[in-house]
Structure formats: structure tokens, C-alpha cells
């Protein structure tokens, strides 16, 4: 055998090999990539709930926001018509001209159109309120009357329950 036929086993030999470890190299194994995603799932599992708190907080807080600005709206149509929208008027009164008015400057809220709670619901507007000469008030996230913590109705400067 002439010594270039012995070498050239040996170059296939070293390059199949080398061929090998780069293919072994490509690709994670199954138990990198479950310690990765059990990393992951711990680290959602800890700040994850404290996100969700955040979001639930700031509707909240959006909410007694557009409560306070209903209340300003609501002064300045009881400036121009000397008295408060009625419950069967309601908030549409602050948007829209209600029949048999004479003096309306409005709208009185900004676009037109009375917008709803952070949790896509109605407000609730009551005149005259049990707590002052109207009540507006939102039922929170679950949209019923009553209930505690996110699901705990929200009035004007306050948050608490309108059984209360």
C-alpha cells in the first residue's frame, strides 16, 4: 500500500469526527432546555401575581380618576342649569342636551360620549345619592354590587361597598 493510500483513511476518519462533535455541539439537550424552562416558570411564578396586582391597582385607580371628573362635570352643569343631572338624565346629561333644557352649555365631558369603567361597564349614577345630591359609582371587576378587594365597588373619593 503506497502511504497516500493509508493517509486518506485517517484525514475521513478525523474529519467525520470532527464532523460528529460539531453536530453533537448544534442543538440544546432535553435537560438544558427543561432547566430553562423551570427557571422560567419560578420566575413568572414570583412576579408574575405582583404584575397582576399592578394592572388591578391602576384600573382602580383609573376608575376613581374618570369619578373625579364626572364629579367637575357635574358642578359645572348644576352652575348652568341650577340643578343635577336626574337618575333617569343620568351621565348622558354631561354629553348630550337633555330635553326641555334651556340653558345647557355642554358637553360637558370631553368626546362627546360618557365613557365606561376600566372594566368595560356602566357607571352608576344615582340623584339625589344617599351619600350627598347624586352617587356615581362603579361595581369594580366584577360588575356587581358589592364585594372586596378588585370586585370591591368603587365611589366617588372612596372605595367601598354601596351596601354600606
Do not use: C, H
Request: charged share 20%; hydrophobic share 40%; net charge positive.
Amino acid at each position: 500500500m503506497s502511504l497516500d493510500m493509508q493517509t486518506k483513511p485517517a484525514a475521513l476518519n478525523r474529519r467525520a469526527g470532527a464532523q460528529q462533535r460539531r453536530d453533537n455541539e448544534r442543538g440544546f439537550t432535553l435537560v438544558e432546555m427543561l432547566v430553562v424552562i423551570t427557571i422560567i416558570g419560578l420566575i413568572m411564578g414570583l412576579i408574575g401575581p405582583r404584575v397582576l396586582n399592578y394592572l388591578s391597582e391602576s384600573k382602580t385607580k383609573a376608575a376613581r380618576i374618570q369619578l373625579q371628573s364626572f364629579s367637575g362635570a357635574l358642578d359645572l352643569f348644576y352652575l348652568d342649569v341650577g340643578r343635577y343631572p336626574s337618575t333617569s338624565e343620568g351621565l348622558a346629561a354631561l354629553a348630550q342636551r337633555p330635553a326641555g333644557l334651556n340653558v345647557w352649555n355642554g358637553p360637558y365631558l370631553k368626546g362627546g360620549a360618557v365613557p365606561k369603567d376600566p372594566w368595560n361597564t356602566a357607571y352608576v349614577y344615582r340623584a339625589p345619592g344617599e351619600r350627598g345630591p347624586y352617587d356615581i359609582l362603579s361595581y369594580g371587576a366584577d360588575g356587581q354590587e358589592g364585594g372586596s378587594g378588585t370586585a370591591a365597588d368603587i365611589m366617588l373619593g372612596t372605595q367601598t361597598s354601596a351596601a354600606q
